[in-house]
């Protein structure tokens, strides 16, 4: 092959001598039609598109037997190897994330060999040539400003099409598009869209410039285009500059493009080997295959269709594990509350690896993340079982337990943690109060973490603390999932329990890898509605785990589901009652042990409640929705009366009261 340059340089001079080519046509007619009548009658599809929609395209390819088509680049116009590279990112990107049904069929279609999709490796001409041909005399050109999608085709965007039904045309075109595709382009396999990975940095080796064949013979490469007419996509752009971090200053070297790319990939290893905050342990891995429907566990593809024998065991040992908590202090409905605490909080602990890549697809969509919450707060007595559930948990998952201590916990050392981890959620155990709120805020309030560098698999972050975690902001409340408990077991009690490690042990972890399987499975029904940006109807992520849940205990369990198994939903974690829990029960015990504490001013619409610790009642107020309307002032707490009735359930009526 030929030696191939990228030029670094733009020429602004005008050099005479060059030639343009000029296609000299008649005009005959215009007619109206709509994009099927259009491409149809024809076997072959040979296209040159440049900003393109994947859902026409594979509407368009399906009235078609065979189809090559080139991704030409019109947001990058220089020929820089960066660009080439954070271009092939993006197009191979969008085949990934779009419909699962899609990617399907494209996927079938480049195995059984009709379809061929190649991208721009380099700058191309800029013009968009779709052909057509059955084979016979029967061909067509269509050339002009529309690109291959549905805005270009439907009639409603202004574009130039022309159509030539001339052999003589057909011919001349089609040669132009082999020679951009044969000495331009590289060929996208399947390899290319299973094996995707959202950061460059991981996936660039397995780009297809990467991997062509054609490009393993030496020849000049130029780094980044120091060219300022270059347009520029956010996403180009953003690859671009971190691609950037890792290639040589200098201007040209001599190395095939293969042998380039390992150099830039083996730099990055090794500036990112050790990272700031990373600890030098490494961390188990939970990495979703979503392209595949596989998981695996550092590195260990996983069996997810375990025994039902193993399945049944493990869900007695996790009954009996939650039914050790009857042998805590506290009432019958103490204990039980405690139950469904803990229980809903392991609902969303077992879905929590799939809910960085549900906020990625909602950003992607133009929905919300913020129903598939990333930070997890258990907190509460000192004797009430955190640590031990949380490890417990854990040895469902993963068959280990690896508690981070909570002087790790810094906003920048998260960041880093979960930057370099995947899937297994990682736990800080025992934090105090002033660390929590020296740092919490600032790492939990970071609701665009991730989508710029594409992540989602990476971990959720669960925190574990005593009571003097003791105020927890509605700002911070509707951003993390919480969980109090306040049952406790005495010392020695706790010390003769041995219960806990027999079960751990004896975890096979098949009942959870059942439940990674069935997930899978229902993954793409379940997250359909994501990907339609006309409607903002929810996805309810905690459904959907509790619902799989309640199904594998049912027809695996050998014992009755306990009451605490139940299904939920988002308003059974987020509701403004469950966020002020704290809030309704210290008003309820004041209200039902000291009324004389409360007074109302039914001509301001006014409950006051007084209480000597404004501390507590600044915590009170901190939890409690806006819509209350409160403030504190000196020793007192004042708040919307007809509002405050109807949010705590109580009618403030007695003969305490002042009217």
């Not at 399947?190 to 996936?203: A, G, R």
């Not at 019958?332 to 799939?354: H, L, V």
């Not at 105090?432 to 959720?460: C, M, S, W």
Request: aromatic fraction near 12%.
């Amino acid at each position: 092959m030929e030696n191939l340059s990228f030029d670094f340089f733009e020429n602004d001079s005008i050099e005479e001598a060059k030639k343009l080519t000029v296609v000299e046509l008649d005009f005959i007619n215009n007619y109206q039609t709509n994009w099927s009548e259009l491409f149809k009658g024809y076997s072959n599809l040979y296209a040159i598109t440049f900003s393109s929609q994947l859902s026409f395209i594979e509407k368009v390819i399906r009235t078609f037997d065979y189809a090559e088509i080139i991704f030409g680049n019109e947001s990058v116009m220089s020929s820089d190897i960066a660009s080439a590279i954070s271009y092939q990112q993006e197009v191979i990107q969008q085949i990934s994330d779009s419909k699962p049904s899609i990617r399907k069929n494209i996927l079938e279609r480049i195995s059984n060999g009709t379809l061929k999709l190649l991208v721009a490796k380099e700058k191309l001409s800029h013009e968009k040539i779709y052909l057509m041909t059955d084979g016979a005399d029967n061909c067509k050109v269509l050339t002009g400003s529309a690109n291959l999608s549905y805005a270009a085709f439907s009639g409603y965007q202004s574009e130039t099409i022309n159509e030539l039904k001339s052999e003589t045309a057909f011919n001349f075109y089609f040669e132009r598009f082999q020679i951009l595709r044969d000495q331009s382009t590289n060929r996208i396999d399947e390899k290319n869209i299973i094996k995707f990975k959202t950061n460059i940095m991981d996936n660039i080796e397995n780009l297809p410039i990467a991997n062509d064949p054609k490009d393993r013979n030496a020849y000049e490469v130029l780094t980044i285009s120091n060219n300022q007419e270059e347009l520029l996509t956010y996403s180009v752009l953003k690859n671009k500059l971190e691609l950037k971090k890792y290639m040589p200053d200098e201007k040209t070297i001599k190395f095939s493009i293969n042998n380039y790319i390992s150099k830039i990939k083996q730099k990055y290893e090794s500036v990112n080997s050790i990272k700031n905050g990373v600890p030098d342990k490494k961390l188990p891995e939970l990495e979703i295959d979503y392209n595949n429907r596989n998981i695996y566990l550092t590195g260990r593809k996983l069996d997810l269709n375990p025994i039902d024998e193993d399945i049944s065991k493990d869900i007695s040992y996790f009954f009996e594990f939650m039914r050790g908590y009857e042998n805590f202090n506290g009432t019958k409905e103490d204990i039980f509350d405690a139950q469904s605490r803990y229980y809903s909080f392991a609902n969303w602990f077992f879905i929590s690896p799939f809910l960085s890549h549900l906020r990625l697809l909602s950003h992607k969509h133009n929905k919300k993340p913020d129903p598939y919450p990333v930070f997890g707060l258990l907190y509460g007595n000192s004797k009430a079982g955190k640590t031990s559930f949380l490890s417990t948990l854990l040895y469902f998952m993963i068959k280990s337990n690896p508690l981070m201590p909570a002087s790790d916990f810094k906003a920048k050392a998260i960041n880093d943690i979960r930057y370099n981890t995947k899937g297994v959620p990682i736990i800080f155990d025992d934090m105090v109060a002033n660390r929590f709120t020296q740092h919490a805020g600032e790492a939990i309030k970071n609701d665009l973490y991730g989508f710029n560098d594409g992540l989602n698999n990476y971990p959720a972050i669960i925190i574990s603390a005593n009571e003097d975690v003791k105020v927890v902001t509605q700002d911070i409340a509707r951003r993390i999932v919480t969980c109090r408990v306040s049952i406790g077991l005495d010392t020695t009690e706790a010390m003769k329990n041995n219960s806990i490690r027999r079960i751990q042990k004896n975890i096979s972890t098949a009942f959870y890898r059942k439940y990674l399987g069935l997930m899978l499975e229902k993954l793409d029904e379940f997250t359909a509605p994501l990907f339609d940006e006309s409607t903002d109807n929810l996805v309810d992520a905690f459904k959907f785990s509790s619902e799989i849940l309640l199904q594998l205990f049912e027809k695996y369990s050998n014992e009755p589901v306990p009451n605490y198994v139940k299904t939920f939903s988002i308003d059974d974690y987020f509701s403004e009652r469950i966020t002020s829990t704290y809030a309704i029960k210290a008003i309820t015990d004041a209200y039902k042990y000291n009324p004389r504490s409360f007074t109302v001013d039914k001509k301001s619409n006014k409950l006051q409640y007084r209480n000597a610790d404004i501390f507590e009642l600044n915590r009170i107020k901190k939890e409690l929705p806006d819509s209350l309307q409160s403030k504190v002032t000196q020793n007192i707490l004042i708040m919307d009366f007809e509002k405050a009735k109807s949010f705590f359930d109580i009618d403030f009526k007695n003969r305490f009261l002042n009217f």
